[in-house]
């Protein structure tokens, strides 16, 4: 049996960061054009609270990333108190630091020296990963615009950056485009710890929404009633609760547990009122807390290798 385990990054970086843990707000952003509580134009950053928490790249020195969403978002500034954790579509890594006067801050005896995972991309991908970080020891400004977004400078360089879940909302498919059958392609667990997860591909039944249902093909009585939400939720109204899932099911994602997170554990998303996320053509994800599964409706396919490196091919899973 296969079993793809992977774990976001190492410890030491999380210590310093949270940096994979992205924003899982619950509650609906008001409207950033509201006339009644937009301010006239830029206004400076004065205090960490303003800009706590995650928000995902919009653009960065003219590179735009793809306008997809996810709990833990490719590309992202996640401010805390210590600094901010930084990704922008390949390593993890931040840069010490304090919100004041409008400006990130670095401390005056940093070095530039912090950590990072060691992940290739590419020269282009690492490339960018060297100017982004280094971006946030030149200490920028930080305006925070009309339209809610977060404007930040250094020199001729400009990064705009924007709440997760405002981007969840702008691109949340209607009920027919979540409609039908998925296949799992990951579940992972996203707390203050990091996040740990592991592939789908031995999970025989697929995630099905259909004519207000939730569930597993495999089990498809025991299914949660839901009602798919205006914010973008499959808020349960009655059906199956997670222990009657757990029952019919099994254990659901292919008999595997690694430490802090559980097979079982789908049921508990499932039955949880899960917010819908697009992460682009065919794919969807759900989060329920500290849980999240990854669907997709592409057939599983595994790239095989010959003994000798000389060939390879796909075959299903």
């Known amino acids: 049996m296969r079993k793809r385990l992977s774990i976001c990054a190492g410890s030491v970086i999380f210590a310093l960061l949270a940096g994979c843990n992205a924003a899982t707000d619950t509650t609906p952003p008001v409207a950033a054009t509201d006339a009644a509580v937009a301010p006239a134009g830029p206004q400076p950053v004065r205090e960490f609270a303003q800009v706590a928490g995650t928000w995902q ?60 995972t060691q992940m290739g991309c590419g020269k282009e991908r690492e490339d960018r990963d060297s100017r982004y970080f280094a971006f946030f020891r030149r200490n920028p400004t930080m305006d925070l615009m009309p339209d809610g977004r977060l404007l930040m400078r250094a020199g001729e360089v400009e990064l705009v950056l924007e709440r997760p879940e405002v981007i969840r909302l702008e691109t949340l498919p209607d009920l027919t485009g979540i409609s039908g059958e998925w296949r799992g392609e990951g579940f992972q667990k996203i707390n203050g710890e990091g996040m740990r997860g592991i592939g789908l591909s031995d999970l025989a039944s697929k995630v099905f929404i259909a004519e207000g249902r939730l569930g597993l093909t495999g089990c498809a009585d025991a299914a949660v009633a839901v009602r798919y939400t205006d914010y973008g939720r499959l808020e349960r109204t009655g059906g199956a609760d997670a222990a009657t899932i757990r029952a019919a099911c099994g254990d659901l994602s292919g008999e595997f547990e690694i430490p802090g997170l559980s097979g079982t554990e789908i049921a508990d998303l499932l039955a949880g009122s899960p917010k819908v996320y697009a992460r682009g053509k065919d794919r969807l994800t759900l989060q329920s807390g500290e849980l999240v599964i990854d669907l997709t409706r592409e057939p599983c396919v595994m790239l095989n290798q010959s003994d000798d490196h000389s060939r390879a091919w796909e075959e299903p899973c």
């Open 57 to 116: 790249v919009v653009s960065f020195g003219g590179y735009e990333p793809a306008r997809l969403t996810h709990p833990s978002p490719s590309a992202f500034a996640k401010f805390g108190t210590s600094g901010v954790g930084l990704r922008i579509e390949c390593n993890w890594s931040g840069a010490p630091g304090t919100v004041a006067d409008g400006h990130f801050v670095p401390p005056a005896d940093d070095d530039g020296m912090n950590a990072q």
